[in-house]
Every structure is written in C-alpha cells, then in structure tokens.
C-alpha cells in the first residue's frame, strides 16, 4: 500500500476553481491507480474521478464531466484533480484513494489506501 496526503482544499466562490493534489509516498506509486471521492455532510461517499496507472484512461463521475478533470505526474508521485465552475453543491471532504489493479468500476471498498481528505466549500 502507499501513503496518500491530500491538499489543495479551501473556501472558493461559485464559479471559481481549484486544483486539489494527492502525493503518495512509495516507489511504486506509477503502478496504482488512483481515484478521487468525495463526501459530504450527512452523505454517502461518491465517485468523482479515477485515472489508470498509465494515465492512459480515464473515468469520471456523469454528472461531473466536462467540469472536473483528474491526471497525474508520475514522476512527482501525484495525481490532481482541476475543479471548474464549482457549485454549492460540489462542497464536500475530497479523499484519494488507490489500488493497484484496474477496473471500471470504483466502489470505495475495492481501495486499500486512502489519505486524510481535504474539506472543499463553495460559496453561494
């Protein structure tokens, strides 16, 4: 498994942007994949966006495609995730997670590794 530390969170006005970064520890990094969750208040965690090992694809949450986009710098042992025109309703804890075989699905228990999460808000 790998150490995960998410940064990057913060208070942003609708309409604005944010980048968050998850830097893992560990040599092996380039090998897992990695995705993103999200959780808010009184709510389950959802899938936001996860991204193979390669970087050669990726998958998205449906209803977060076309604002949200997740890469990765393997050299740098992180994976980012760009948030656009965020909403009220994007605010949440955002948690990498990674795994080392690659799936199409994300179901948050198939991850072995989680960092602490970082809290996003956006304001009306």
Do not use: H
Request: with cysteine; hydrophobic share 30%; glycine share 10%.
């Amino acid at each position: 498994q790998v150490q995960l530390v998410e940064s990057g969170g913060g208070l942003v006005q609708a309409g604005g942007s944010l980048r968050l970064s998850c830097t893992a520890s560990g040599r092996t990094f380039s090998r897992y994949n990695v995705a993103w969750f999200r959780q808010a208040p009184g709510k389950e965690r959802e899938f936001v966006a996860g991204i193979r090992w390669s970087a050669s694809s990726t998958d998205y949450a449906d209803s977060l495609k076309g604002r949200f986009t997740i890469s990765r710098d393997n050299a740098k042992n992180t994976v980012y995730l760009q948030m656009n025109i965020l909403k009220p309703e994007d605010t949440a804890v955002y948690y990498c997670a990674a795994r080392e075989y690659s799936s199409g699905s994300y179901y948050p228990t198939s991850f072995g590794s989680w960092g602490q999460g970082t809290q996003v808000t956006v304001s009306s």
